[in-house]
Structures are given as C-alpha cells and as structure tokens.
C-alpha cells in the first residue's frame, strides 16, 4: 500500500487515533511531560512575551495610515527582504513540506521547487511596477486607470478571501504545533488552541499595524534560518554529512524503497493524481505573485531600487531555506517511522517538531524536550508572522479600498480609517478561527497551494492586464477577478479537500464532484480568458492618456509615492 493510499483510506492504527500506536504517539508529543514540560513552556512564553513587546514598541510609534499600512516606507532593501522571507516561509514551508517530504519523499520536495521557483514571476514581473504604481492595496494600482468604486470592491473582496484561506494554513499548523508541544490530545483542547492563536494574532495586527507587523516577520526569519540550520546540521551530522546515506537510510525506514526517492508516490498513482500535479504546479508557481501579504510589502520601502533590493534578498534567503528541507523532510523519514508521525498528526504538519525532539536525544531527554520546546518556538514564531501579516493585508484593504473609497467615497480621515482597519482585523481575525477548527486536521502545504490557486485566479490576471495591456477595462478587471475567484473557491468547496476522503475538512461527509485537489488547472486559464473577453465585450472605451500614465510611472517611478 502506497503513503498516498495509507493516508486516504483511514483504516488501521494509525487513522483511527486509538490502540497503542496512537498511544505512543501520544507520549511522544508528552516529550518527557513530567519534568520537562515546565521548560517547554517557560521558553515558548518566552518568545510569545518578547514579540508581543516588540509588537506593543512598533505601536507606540504607529501614527497614520501610512505607518499602518506601509510602516513609515522606511525599511531597507535588506530589511524587507528578510521580512518578505520571513512572511513566505510560513507554516506551510516549515511543517507542512517537512512533512510532505516525510510521507511521500520526492513528490513531497516538489512543494519547494514550487514555492521557490515562484519568486521569478514576482521579481521579473510585479515587484518594481507595483511598487511603483500604488500606495497601499492592489486596489490601487486597479482604480489608476479604471472606475474606482466597482475595481475596488472586486479588489478588497479577492483579498480578504485569497488571505483568508492563507490563514487556514496557518490556524491548522498551530493547532497541530501547539498541542504537540503541550501533550493535547482532546478536541475540545485542540480547538481551544486555534482560538487562542486566533487572539494573539488579532493582538499583533491591532497594536502594531506594519511596523511591527515588519518586524516580528524579521526576527521570525532570523530565528527560522538559525533553527533549520541547527537541525539540519545535527541531522547530517548523524549520517557523517553523506546526503546519499540519508537518503538510502529514508527510502528504507519509509518501507517504499526506491520508490520514496522517486517521482509518483503520491501524485503518480492515478491519471487524476498526475493531473492533480500539473494543477498544484501551476498554481504554486503564478500565485505568489498574486498573494495580498506579499504584495503589500513592496509599499513598504522608500524607492523601487530598494523593492528589487528586497526581492533579491528574500530569493536568496528562502533559496537557502528551502535546500535545508531536504535534511527536515529525509532526515524525519530516515530517524521517525511514517506510522508515528502519522499517529501524532494524519497530514504530517508535526514532523519537524518530533524531528528535532529525536535529534535532540529523543522523548525522555533533557536535549530533546529543549531542542523541541526552540524548534516549536520557532514555528510558532512562523506562523505568528505569517498570520499577522495576512491579517494585514486583508484589513488595510477593507479600510483603504472597501471603507474609505466604497463606503465613504474618499471623504473619511486618517484617524477613522486606521481605526476601521483594527476593527475589521477583528473581524477577520473571528472567521479565521472558526474555520480554522475545521482544517485543522489538513495538510497546511496543501492548504496553502490552495490559496496560491485562488490568488492566481483572481489577483494575477487583473495585476498584469493592468500594467501591461492598454485595452484593459472596468468590465474585464470585474470578470476577471469575481469570474477567477468564484471559480477556485467553488472547485475547492466541491473537491476532496473539503469532502469525500478520511483527510477532508469534513470527513463524514461527501459532496465533491471535482476530481482534484487543487482547481489551479482550471481557474487560472479562466482568470484571464475572462479578463481577456470582459474587455473585448466591453462598451467603455479604454483610457489610453491613463494607460500611458501608468506604464511611464510602473516601469521609471516617476510620481511614485
């Protein structure tokens, strides 16, 4: 029976939580309850207390809009590279890869060639223009050339939903982080941990806007590289630095042989898993050109000098990250069977905590609970940042695009906007959690696949057609956006992800019709076939004095805020 098999048909020990597997799972996840737990938690309150300090330091300086939303444009090239790394290397970098690679060894490792790959359609085509062409919101750039109100509703309503599904990847990593850390193992715990998440995310955003925002993301990037490089480094250390002996140790220990090592344990098996494959490539290499977080933080450095700075920064910075998931993914599956990391989370989101907790010198030792309560730390820290800067992202564009220039027809002040941008962070912040109870059982790579579909779908097409075609219009940025973004979310509601399989978010039932996984296939094309046909249908004439306005101030920066 193949990993991908294992997974879907919910049978035997290790689906069903009970007998003695999942028993020793949870001992596992105890990690040495008794006299170690209160370490645990003193340096995981540690790190929580500190970030919430620098978060409260950035808000005393959190004057207006500006400071909100682009903190100041007073981060370096440098520096917002290495917060734009450290809002990339989300949950979905750390847990979920790490334990893709763990169940279904190279096709696991095919999410980071994905998410890695994906920066070149950022750097080439999106950073500078944009940054040069809006001041806050991808709405912004939309309303240069086109009717403000009906652009910027598409807008902030593609953000909002493209952030919100982001953050089911992140509300489902902490739930399976945090009650490994503490030993939880009741759903009514687990659940009460993604509220509790929920809060202090909600917190982050309120208090900090995007200076601290920008900062937690620098500090978390910092501390990621250190913590991955510090397991990766033991764990080749413990094969004599041979990457082949690791990789021979992972294919035994997996019980798949060969077959670990090579393409199709997991989107091999069916034609429709092949296809599967072709999708989540697509969407994981044009969406992130269209994520809300990341395009939010090209507006936060002074010059498009610096926007290029940053994004060559942060390709080199995720470029080394994602190389060291070889050693997380290979080394979990070489040193921890399948079966137990299965047991502790079904999707594998807690492989590279039980990896650093067996590196360290395994469930009873004090060098695993400390290696396992700093590499937790360390996650939790990843999607603390990732999360904030989503919620981010989603709120300032229901402030800036839906409130002031919707609502309020332009007319609100700095003060009224910036307050309407923490309330509608609240807001977010309460539907993230209530439907991150329910993904908490998913894998967050392939949740966070999904939001990269959603954002191609929707964001992409319209960013380009905007930038670069002058016959673009009102009526095609409408189609392409509401036509991309209904189209992904419907797949995805009536795929497997959401039912008909023992992994789905609502495993008891089955209403799915579309085959795959992952909608990228379908809905990315129909983005800009829509986009395409909208204008070419539409009655109003393209303002070509705007286009050309628009072209000189995205590719020079002339007037460029």
Known sequence: MSAAELITTGTGRITTGTGRLADGAAQLAAGGAGEHRTLIITLFAVFVAATLGITVWAGRQTKGTEDFYAGGRQFSGFQNGLAISGDYMSAASFLGIAGAIALFGYDGFLYSIGFLVAWLVALLLVAEPLRNSGRFTMGDVLAYRMRQRPVRTAAGVSTIIVSIFYLLAQMAGAGALVTLLLGITSEAGKILVVVLVGIVMILYVSIGGMKGTTWVQMV????????TLLITFLVMLKFDFNISTLLGKAAEESGKGAAFLEPGLKYGVTATSKIDFISLGIALVLGTAGLPHILIRFYTVPTAKAARKSVNWAI?????????????????????????????????????PLLAQEIGGGADSTGGAILLAVISAVAFATILAVVAGLTLASSSSFAHDLYVNVIRKGQATEKEEVRAARWATVGIGAVAIVLGVFARGLNVAGLVALAFAVAASANLPTILYSLFWKRFTTQGALWSIYGGLASSVLLVLFSPVVSGKPTSMFPGADFHFFPLENPGLISIPLGFLLGWLGSLLSKEEPDVKKYAELEVRSLTGTGAH
């Not at 050693?327 to 502790?344: C, N, Q, R, V, Y």
Request: charged share 10%; proline share 2%.
């Open 220 to 227: 978390k990037a910092v501390l990621l590289i250190a913590g």
């Open 316 to 352: 080199g910075i995720i470029g080394v990250f994602y190389l060291m998931t070889i050693a997380l993914g290979f080394g979990a599956a070489a040193l921890i069977k399948p079966e137990t990391i299965m047991a502790s989370n079904k999707a594998g989101n807690t492989a590279a």
